[in-house]
C-alpha cells in the first residue's frame, strides 16, 4: 500500500508543498508515495498580481496557473473540503458528477486552506460588498467599474450618477492599496471613451483603520504612498472603518470623533477582515484566532502527521514572530513541510523553519511602487521595475512568464480595454440590506422583485402617507411582480432590515409549481385591487386549497 | 432638435451603421443628427473567430471590441430591447441602475439585432445544452470542457466516465463544425495533463442534419473536412437530427431509418436552429419566417425610416438570392444602410444593395480550413493562412489585430491552457428535464435539490420497489435536503418529465421566509419516518395555519 500523502488547498502552501515533494523525493520514495491536492479550483493563483487583473495590465487568465502542470504526478481533487476527521485519519470532499461524497484517507495530512473574508462582521458586507481574494473577484469587480461607468453615462438623476462614480475601498494594507491603485488608473483612462463623464467626476475612496496606509512600511514609504495616491485622484481617509454597507451606501465611522459619514455609493470593495476558514473551527487542534498551531517543523505537536502552513497556520520563525500572510513565507513554509514530511517518512532530523522574509513590496498603479528589501527602501520607478521583475521571474513556468512580459509591453502601448463580461447574473434567490432609512424601492420603480422581511421592519408609504409597518415573516412587492405593473407604493427600512429577495423568473416558476401561492396571491390581489396597495399577507395563515388548473407553470 | 437615428443591435449589422454613418456625415449633419447605438453588452464580438475561445487559441477578450471605441460620436445604451413601437417613433428599453424603463424616440430606426437559438424545437434543449451564440457561450463550453476533465479523473463508475468523455454537437454547417474541431484540439492536448484519461477515451460526435458536413461549400471542400475531422478523431453522424437532450443524454434520431440513438454524455452543444429575436413578433411589419422584409435599400416599404438588415432582415440580392447570415453581408448592407439613411435626409437617391458574397471560408481546427473565395477553392494550410489573415485584417482596429496575431504566435510555441474559471454558478431556481426511463436520482445520492413536477409523471422506487408515482404539481426530494441525509429512494421519469428544481441554500432562504412551507414540511416529516420515505404532499392542500416561531430565517 502506498503512503498517501493529502494536501488540502491550493495556494502557494499546498502546491508547492507537492512540488517540492515531487523534487525532493527518490524514485523508490515516488514509487511508494502518492501525493494528492484537494482544491476548489484547478488552478493556483498568482496573488501578487491579482489587483493587475482590475485595469486589464495583466490579462485574467495569465494571473494563474494549472496545478497539475505544476505538479505534475500529484493527484487532484477538484473538490471542496467537507469535512477533516483527524482521529479517523480521513478527508470528506464535496460530492462532484455523482452525487456522492468522496472520503479519502491518509497518512500525512498537509492543512493549507488560507483565510476567507469574515462577512460577519461588517453588516450588509455579505450581501452588496465587492470582496478582493478570488480570481472572479477581480474580474467581478472590474465588470462592476465598467458597468457604473455605462450606468452613470445614461442618468440624468444627479445623486445616483454621484453614488454610481464613487468607489469605496476598505483596508488600506497591501491589498487594498494595491486595489484602488489599480480601479483609479482603470477608471481614469477608460473614462475618455464615455461623453458623459468627465475625470473629475470620479471620486475614490480608501478607508483605512490604521493612522497610515500600509503601517507594513517603514513610516516614509507609507508617507510616499499616501502622496503619490492623493495626487492621482485617490481620496484617503485614515482613522476609519467601514461599519456597513447597504445596495447603495457604504458607511463609515471616525475611531476618534465616532463621527458617522454615510458615502452614497454602489461600489464597496472589502479586502478586510479576513477569518480562518470555517471547515477549521470543527476539527480539534490547538488554535489562536482561528489559525492553527504548530511547531518550528510545521508539524502540529497534538497530532503527528498532521502539518498547517501558510495563512491558515500560525508559524512562529526563529525571530520569534509569527509568519505573516505572504507568498514569499508560503512558499518557503512548503519547502520546510516538504523535507519535514519526508524526514519523517525516513525517520530522519527535522528542518527549523528559518525563513524571515527578505522584504515588502506594494504596487501603486501605473509605473511605480514601494519597495522594501533587505533594509534597502526603493519608491517610484525603480521600485516598480523591481516589483515587477520579482513577481515576473517569480511566476511558474517559462511559458507563464513569457505571457506576463507580452501582457506588460503591449499595456505600454496599447490603450485598457473596456469590455464588460455579463457573466455573474444575480442569484434567484438573495439577500439584501439596508440600514434605517433607506429606500427598498419606490413608487412607480419597475416590479421585478419579491421580498421576504428576514429581520427588521419596513414602511410602506403611498406619496408621504405610510399605509403600514411590515415586520418579520411578512412578505411585499409581489403585487407589482404579478401584475409586470410598476410598484404603487415606496417602501422604506424602518430597522436595520435583512430581505430574502426572489427575482421574476425565479418567482413565477415558484408560483407556477406552488399552486398554493399562486391562487392565494392572485385571490388577496383580486380582493385588494384599489385598497391595500401591496399586500402584505403572511403565508401560511390564510392558505386556501389549491385548484388544480392554477398548478400550471408559469411561462417563463 | 437633432434628428435621432437609433440602432437596435450591437452585431457587426448595427455597430457597423454607426460607424459609416459617421465617417458619411458632413460636420454640419453630424451637429444635426444624433446616432444611438442599443446593445445589451458594450462590445461587438467578431463572431469568426469565436470558436477559438474554446481552444484558447485566441484570448477571451481579444475577440470582442468595445462598441465606444468603434462609434466614437455615438450613443451608447447598454441595454435590452423590451418594446418597439413603430406607430408612436418610440423604443423602449429595460431598466438600469434606476429601475425606471427607458424610453427613446427616433426620427429612423434600425433594426439589427440578429437571432436567438430557437430553444422551444427540441425537449431538454434549454435546460441542458450548451449553445454556442455569445462570447459567455465559448467560455462556458470551454469550462464545461475542463469540468468534464476533471470529473472523469476522479470517476471510477465506467457508464459515468463515458459520459464525461463523450461530446456531442449538433449542427455541420460552418459554426458546428468550427465549434467540433476546436474542442477536439483542446481536449486532446489537455487530456495529456491527466493521469487516468487516454486521448483513445475521449468521444467527440458532430450530428448533421444533412447528407454532409458543410453543405454551404462544394461537395469536394465538404468531402476533405469530412475525412480531415475523422482523421483527428470527430465522429461525424450525417442525416441525423438531435431529438431531445437530458442531464445525462442527448437522442439522436437517423432521418432514413428512424432509427433512434441515445448517447451518454454530459456536453450537447447547440450550434442549431436559429430564430428571430422574439420582439420582433409584436411588431406589425411584414416578415418571412420571422425575418423583416425589406426593399433593395433595407428600407421596410410599409413604415418609411425603418430599417433592417443582417440576420433579422429578409434582404434579397441583386442575384435574386436571399443574404445569408454573414458578419461580411451585414458589414456590406450596414454600408448601404448609412448611405440610404443619408439619403433619405438629404433627399437624394438611394442605393440598392449590390453584394452578392466574396466567397466562404471555415476553419478545422490546428492549421487547416477549407474556402471557397472567387471561384477559388482552397484547403488545408493555404486556406488556414487565408482564413486567419482575412479576419485578423477584417479585426476592428489596429491594437485588436496586434493583440490577435500576439496571440496566434504565443499558440505555436506555448501550451494550452488548461484552467477552468468557475465563473456560472448554477441558477437556484432551474428547470430540468428528462426523458422517459430516466433516473432524476438515487438511493443513497447527496440531496442538495427539491424537485417540483412541471411537466409528466415520476415513479418513486426503494431497491425494484415501486413505493409511488407523483404527478404534475407534486415535489419530491425535500426530505433528504431538509435533514441533510442521503437520498432514501430512487426516482425515475415516467414519461417524458419537466422539473422545477430549487437548489439547497436557497431551499433553505425560502423556507426561513415562508413559515407555512416550513410548518408543513416538518409536521410531514416526522408523521411519515419509517413510512413514506419521500414526501409527496401537494402544497396549498394541505397548509396549516403558520406558527411565528417558524419565521426565523434559515441559516444560510
Not at 513556468?397 to 473596456?418: S, T
Amino acid at each position: 500500500m502506498k503512503k498517501r500523502i493529502l494536501i488540502l488547498g491550493g495556494g502557494f502552501g499546498g502546491v508547492y508543498t507537492a512540488v517540492f515533494l515531487e523534487k525532493l523525493m527518490t524514485k523508490a520514495e515516488r514509487e511508494a508515495t502518492e501525493i494528492a491536492i484537494v482544491s476548489r479550483d484547478n488552478y493556483m493563483v498568482f496573488q501578487p498580481l491579482l489587483p493587475e487583473v482590475i485595469s486589464g495590465s495583466v490579462q485574467l487568465n495569465h494571473v494563474i496557473s494549472p496545478i497539475r502542470r505544476l505538479a505534475r504526478t500529484a493527484r487532484l481533487y477538484t473538490r471542496e473540503v467537507e469535512a477533516i476527521d483527524i482521529a479517523a485519519h480521513t478527508v470528506k470532499l464535496s460530492p462532484g458528477a455523482k452525487p456522492v461524497p468522496l472520503v479519502i484517507s491518509y497518512d500525512h495530512l498537509v492543512i493549507a486552506m488560507g483565510t476567507r473574508l469574515d462577512y460577519n462582521k461588517i453588516p450588509g458586507m455579505r450581501e452588496h460588498a465587492f470582496p478582493f481574494k478570488y480570481l472572479s473577484d477581480a474580474l467581478s469587480l472590474r465588470n462592476q467599474l465598467v458597468l457604473a461607468l455605462e450606468e452613470a453615462e445614461l442618468e440624468n438623476d444627479p445623486e445616483l450618477r454621484r453614488a454610481l462614480l464613487t468607489f469605496v475601498v476598505a483596508g488600506g494594507g497591501f491589498s487594498g492599496v494595491e486595489c484602488v491603485a489599480e480601479m483609479n488608473d482603470f477608471l481614469r483612462e477608460a473614462v475618455h471613451s464615455y461623453h458623459q463623464i468627465s475625470e473629475k467626476d470620479l471620486r475614490l475612496i480608501l478607508v483605512q483603520f490604521d493612522d497610515r496606509i500600509l503601517p507594513e512600511l517603514t513610516e516614509g514609504l507609507s508617507i510616499f504612498a499616501h502622496q503619490l495616491l492623493v495626487k492621482r485622484g485617490v481620496e484617503i481617509q485614515i482613522g476609519r472603518r467601514l461599519m456597513a454597507v447597504s445596495a447603495d451606501t457604504a458607511i463609515v465611522e471616525d475611531l476618534k470623533t465616532k463621527q458617522i459619514e454615510t458615502i452614497r455609493t454602489r461600489t464597496t470593495v472589502a479586502t478586510v477582515p479576513a477569518a480562518a476558514h470555517p471547515i477549521l473551527s470543527t476539527i480539534p487542534l490547538p488554535k489562536d484566532r482561528g489559525r492553527i498551531k504548530v511547531d518550528e517543523g510545521l508539524e502540529v505537536p497534538e497530532a503527528p502527521g498532521v502539518w498547517a502552513l501558510g495563512d491558515c497556520a500560525l508559524v512562529k520563525q526563529v525571530d520569534g514572530k509569527f509568519s505573516p500572510a505572504t507568498a514569499q513565507h508560503a512558499l518557503r513554509q512548503a519547502k520546510t513541510c516538504a523535507q519535514n514530511i519526508l524526514a519523517s517518512l525516513r525517520g530522519t532530523r527535522k528542518h527549523v523553519f528559518a525563513f524571515t522574509g527578505l522584504g515588502k513590496m506594494g504596487s501603486l498603479g501605473r509605473r511605480s511602487a514601494v519597495a522594501e528589501i533587505c533594509g534597502v527602501r526603493l519608491k517610484g520607478l525603480l521600485a516598480w521595475l523591481l516589483w515587477r521583475g520579482v513577481y515576473v521571474t517569480k511566476f511558474p513556468g517559462l511559458d507563464g512568464q513569457l505571457r506576463l512580459i507580452v501582457d506588460l509591453i503591449l499595456d505600454i502601448f496599447l490603450p485598457r480595454d473596456i469590455t464588460q463580461f455579463r457573466l455573474f447574473p444575480e442569484e434567484d434567490v438573495h439577500r439584501e440590506h439596508f440600514e434605517a432609512g433607506e429606500r427598498v424601492f419606490k413608487e412607480g420603480d419597475v416590479g421585478d422583485k419579491v421580498y421576504f422581511i428576514a429581520k427588521g421592519e419596513a414602511i410602506v408609504l403611498r406619496g408621504d402617507q405610510p399605509l403600514a409597518v411590515l415586520n418579520q415573516g411578512e412578505m411585499f412587492g409581489e403585487a407589482a411582480l404579478a401584475c409586470n405593473h410598476p410598484r404603487n407604493a415606496t417602501v422604506i427600512a424602518r430597522t436595520s432590515l435583512e430581505l430574502v429577495v426572489v427575482n421574476r423568473v425565479a418567482f413565477h416558476e415558484l408560483i407556477g409549481c406552488l399552486p398554493g401561492l399562486r391562487y392565494n396571491i392572485e385571490t388577496s390581489m383580486n380582493q385588494r385591487i384599489g385598497a391595500v396597495l401591496i399586500w402584505t399577507g403572511k403565508f401560511g395563515s390564510q392558505w386556501p386549497g389549491s385548484e388544480r388548473d392554477h398548478a400550471q407553470p408559469a411561462v417563463r
